[in-house]
């Protein structure tokens, strides 16, 4: 048999699980577990609990009452960090709330489609995780990018180009996601046929280019012609340009000329791709205008270098 403590004589299951507010059922299987350790058994084999026992019976209760998973509350009771526990569990329960909104917004805009586009809706929804990571355009455009990139340099891109999921989306912006999903992971990208198109440029861009030199250079054309896009001003001469045709002068070693903007012109003619007009559409409708994205600063540069002939 159990002796009595000091503190007090020791507690039954049905006694413990009474002051604690919680089941006998509840109780055992918190002891098998192992958070709830026993002070022995009763002659007749029943468990008995220290009265200290209740206390932490009660923090287990509290904590578990937020859907903390048992092994963070056993590292809790073991002395680990609380805070460290609720912020987890915070962190946990905000991805679950954002997940619920991203499957409300796709189920509002699977209601609302028209019942002939519902079957082709549905199975692009279907194929979009929720919410979604953006892995799948992350590795889209590490394919395309130059391998000699740094990797500084290559991580600027593609934090550039690959929106962030928002965290409330309306329907259209779910859609728009699910679009932008289903063209990155469906194979190659554009940019590889891109470049392609640009080995077959004319003389003026004729030879190997220096991709670190170009996309450095290009970083800074596309901030300025985000800023003109920002204060509406249509593409025409100017920092922006003069930044622009810069960046691909010394990625192909070459001067700032008449003839070398009449190469670079008929290249960015050349290299028009519908994959990825089509991917900086989806990334326009994901940020619904939350500002001018890369591809169309690119746009508003090729734009102004056609009115500059």
């Known amino acids: 048999m159990v002796a009595e403590e000091p503190g007090g004589s020791p507690l039954s299951i049905g006694e413990l699980a009474h002051r604690a507010g919680v089941t006998v059922k509840t109780v055992r299987h918190y002891s098998d ?16 609990y220290d009265p200290e026992a209740l206390d932490r019976l009660r923090r287990i209760r509290d904590l578990r009452a937020f859907g903390m998973p048992l092994p963070d509350v056993a590292e809790a009771l073991a002395g680990g960090s609380l805070e460290r526990a609720l912020a987890g569990r915070l962190a946990a329960v905000g991805g679950q709330l954002t997940a619920l909104r991203w499957q409300e917004a796709a189920l509002r805009a699977l209601t609302e489609a028209s019942a002939d586009q519902r079957p082709a809706l549905l199975r692009l929804l279907g194929g979009l995780p929720l919410p979604p990571t953006g ?8 394919r395309q990018l130059p391998r000699a990139l740094p990797s500084a340099l290559r ?11 928002p965290a409330d989306p309306e329907p259209a912006q779910v859609v728009g996601y699910a679009r932008l999903h289903a063209l990155t992971t469906a194979g190659t990208g554009g940019l590889a046929e891109r470049c392609r198109r640009v080995r077959r440029a004319p003389a003026a861009l004729a030879g190997d280019s220096d991709p670190v030199a170009l996309y450095r250079g290009l970083a800074e054309a596309y901030a300025l012609a985000a800023a003109a896009l920002a204060a509406g001003r249509p593409p025409g001469p100017g920092d922006a340009l003069d930044s ?7 990625a192909y070693r070459r001067r700032d000329s008449p003839a070398f903007r009449a190469g670079l012109r008929a290249v960015s003619a050349a290299g028009e791709d519908p994959r990825m007009r089509a991917y900086w559409r989806y990334v326009d409708e994901v940020t619904a205008g939350g500002g001018p994205t890369m591809g169309a600063a690119h746009d508003w540069l090729v734009g102004a270098l056609g009115r500059d002939g």
């Not at 892995?135 to 590490?142: E, I, N, T």
């Not at 622009?244 to 010394?250: G, L, S, T």
């Open 135 to 142: 892995d799948g355009a992350v590795r889209f455009w590490r």
């Open 244 to 250: 622009f045709v810069a960046a691909h002068a010394r």
């Open 155 to 165: 991580d600027a891109v593609v934090d550039a180009a690959v929106p962030v999921p």
């Open 33 to 48: 577990q192992g958070l709830l350790p026993d002070a022995g058994r009763s002659a007749g084999g029943h468990r008995r």
